[in-house]
């Protein structure tokens, strides 16, 4: 039987791995320009469309890394896209009254811990993902 998200097939485990902490860090760094856009919304009419790009532009780097790693099409869209609403919600809820430096630091090291699984066994995320899909579309 097909795998209902397609099958995992790692290139490089290593590179991807490093490509993935390097876009979370990139994703990480974006989130300060957004926060800056957030308190310009009031008196510039383009930041919010400037959030949108950001969002836009953290999604398909992240989706882009774990495609690479190996993830099939549908599985990098869910996880990019999970990793970064929960990125958000460290930013915007978690960590907002802390120091800049702080926040980046600790919403970094948060993502990290929480992607571990992603980092180590990939492949048995990935059979994870489509074992939810069978049974959530069957």
């Known amino acids: 039987m097909a795998e209902p998200l397609g099958d995992f097939g790692a290139i490089s485990r290593q590179a991807g791995s490093a490509a993935l902490i390097a876009a979370l860090a990139l994703t990480v760094a974006l989130q300060r320009l957004q926060v800056a856009l957030v308190r310009a919304e009031s008196s510039v009419w383009w930041a919010s469309?400037?959030?949108?790009?950001?969002?836009?532009?953290?999604?398909?780097?992240?989706?882009?890394?774990?495609?690479?790693m190996g993830?099939?099409?549908?599985?990098?869209?869910?996880?990019?896209?999970?990793?970064?609403?929960?990125l958000n919600l460290f930013e915007t809820v978690l960590l907002r009254g802390m120091a800049p430096g702080w926040n980046a630091g600790l919403s970094l090291l948060a993502i990290v811990?929480?992607?571990?699984?992603?980092?180590?066994?990939?492949?048995?995320?990935?059979?994870?993902l489509n074992l939810l899909a069978a049974q959530l579309f069957a």
């Open 49 to 68: 469309n400037g959030r949108d790009l950001i969002n836009a532009f953290s999604l398909a780097a992240l989706g882009t890394t774990l495609w690479l």
């Open 71 to 86: 993830f099939p099409g549908p599985a990098a869209l869910f996880l990019s896209a999970t990793i970064l609403l929960v």
């Open 113 to 128: 811990v929480l992607i571990s699984p992603l980092l180590v066994v990939p492949d048995r995320v990935n059979a994870w």
